[in-house]
């Protein structure tokens, strides 16, 4: 069964979920060849924090990081690591924030320099599904 959100949860899941958004597009523009997804994690995390909120995938379950992140064939929920990424990888962010006792998530899958055109025509397609769903 939902809980019907209130008004004062809705303001504040929009008001989070915009923070996060934009925490989001800051890390996703950030990744270039050679950095890491652990670099990002941190990142991520001190810009959360700085916010007033807390990472939600942080200890949940026992994950250890603010975000997951899946290079190429990792389909979701990767963990980051010191690899560095490379010219033509596809990465995926997910990204979660505990704001104001609330919850919001976003994701986002981002091309690493110049990539496939099969890559290009994944992400055309699959943004273009995303839309078509919302």
């Known amino acids: 069964m939902l809980d019907k959100k209130t008004k004062q949860e809705i303001k504040i899941l929009r008001e989070g979920g915009q923070i996060l958004g934009s925490i989001l597009r800051t890390v996703a523009t950030s990744?270039?060849?050679g950095m890491t997804g652990?670099?990002?994690?941190?990142k991520a995390e001190e810009m959360i924090i700085k916010a007033g909120g807390k990472p939600s995938f942080k200890g949940y379950q026992g994950f250890p990081n603010t975000l997951c992140i899946s290079v190429?064939?990792?389909?979701v929920h990767g963990i980051p690591s010191d690899k560095p990424f490379e010219e033509g990888d596809l990465v995926?962010?997910?990204?979660?924030?505990?704001?104001?006792?609330?919850?919001?998530?976003?994701?986002m899958t981002v091309p690493i320099g110049k990539v496939s055109s099969e890559a290009e025509?994944?992400?055309?397609?699959t943004k273009q599904s995303l839309e078509?769903?919302?």
């Open 38 to 42: 652990i670099e990002l994690d941190k």
């Open 72 to 75: 190429n064939q990792t389909v």
């Open 121 to 125: 025509k994944l992400l055309k397609i």
């Open 31 to 33: 990744a270039k060849s």
């Open 92 to 107: 995926g962010f997910d990204i979660g924030m505990e704001y104001k006792g609330m919850h919001t998530d976003t994701a």
């Open 132 to 134: 078509v769903g919302i």
